[in-house]
């Protein structure tokens, strides 16, 4: 958005850090129903906030555009849009869209403030890869390899073994992705084993928690989705974070390590593939479910 102003270096990060204690501030304050319409909110207690708007002009932002803010009639979605849409494959934006409701659900469900440590992401989504290549494929799509389900749906990214654990450099490459667009936020943690994992904590980023709140139906009707292929990733990614999600992440990878491929395969060498085709927009409703509802694409 402020770039999107015209704004850059220490004049957007100024501005950015107004926005969030706004928005800070306005959230604390309880005075408006955040399950109504997320970005209403943005409009009526954050970007009209007399803070926001000073600070526009104090930076000779255009007349025209601080009454948008003023009045509260700032078109998110529009901005939103054209910072997000269409840059990505359907593909990649499927994955990003099942990260964030990894983390979502992780959190809901542990009652955790974050995902601690950030590689046990990468532990999450190799054994919900690894029970899809472990689920028969039920419909009459035509299967070329041994991969189960996961031929057809599941995340994209491959995995190799480590002398410390498994590593995807793909997955790797998207959260960082969705670290520099605030989808994900990363931190240092206050207590880990430098021998066992990484000493980052991960959680929704600002972004993040606004597309989880302002979607929020959308996230949940995942599993219901007409799409199949959708339906059967959902429900097998909530499998594992039911079954694993409160586990002290030394017996995690314990549990990992155990597994018949790991045990057999050589450091560096592949431990499991991703899903190696491409969605077919036309399976279900899938394209509109996460482009058009979720308006992150």
């Known amino acids: 958005m402020g770039e999107q102003l015209g704004l850059s270096g220490d004049d957007l990060s100024s501005f950015l850090s107004i926005i969030r204690e706004v928005h800070q501030e306005q959230r ?11 970005f209403e909110f943005l409009n009526s207690e954050v970007f009209s906030h ?3 708007v000073g600070y526009l002009q104090e930076k000779d932002i255009a007349e025209e555009t601080i009454a948008t803010f003023r009045e509260g ?9 054209s910072s997000y849409k269409l840059k990505y494959r359907l593909d990649q934006i499927v994955d990003f869209v099942l990260l964030i409701k990894l983390v979502r659900d992780y959190l809901d469900y542990t009652g955790n403030d974050s995902l601690e440590p950030s590689n046990r992401l990468h532990y999450l989504v190799y054994l919900t890869n690894n029970e899809l290549k472990e689920t028969p494929v039920h419909s009459a799509r035509h299967q070329r390899t041994d991969l189960g389900s996961l031929e057809f749906t599941g995340y994209r990214y ?16 998207d959260k960082d992705r969705l670290l520099a667009w605030t989808l994900f936020e990363q931190k240092v943690s206050n207590e880990y084993d430098p021998n066992q994992y990484t000493p980052f904590e991960l959680q929704l980023g600002s972004s993040g928690e606004m597309i989880t709140m302002r979607y929020n139906s959308k996230f949940d009707g995942l599993r ?5 292929l959708l339906r059967e990733w ?3 990614q909530r499998d594992i974070i039911e079954r694993f999600g409160d586990m002290p992440i030394d017996e995690l990878k314990d549990h990992v390590t155990s597994i018949n491929e790991f045990s057999t395969t050589p450091n560096g060498r592949v431990l499991l593939t991703g899903r ?7 399976e279900g409703d899938i394209l509109s479910t996460i482009a058009g509802g979720m308006q992150i694409a």
């Open 158 to 173: 491959t995995f190799r073994k480590k002398e410390d654990g498994l590593h995807s450099t793909r997955l790797s490459r």
């Open 234 to 236: 959902v429900i097998s």
């Open 73 to 81: 009639a700032v078109d998110i979605e529009g901005a939103f849009d």
């Open 224 to 228: 219901k989705a007409e799409s199949d």
């Open 50 to 52: 007399h803070r926001v």
């Open 28 to 38: 604390n304050a309880d005075s408006y129903d955040l399950s109504n319409d997320y």
């Open 276 to 282: 190696p085709r491409f969605f077919d927009p036309e």
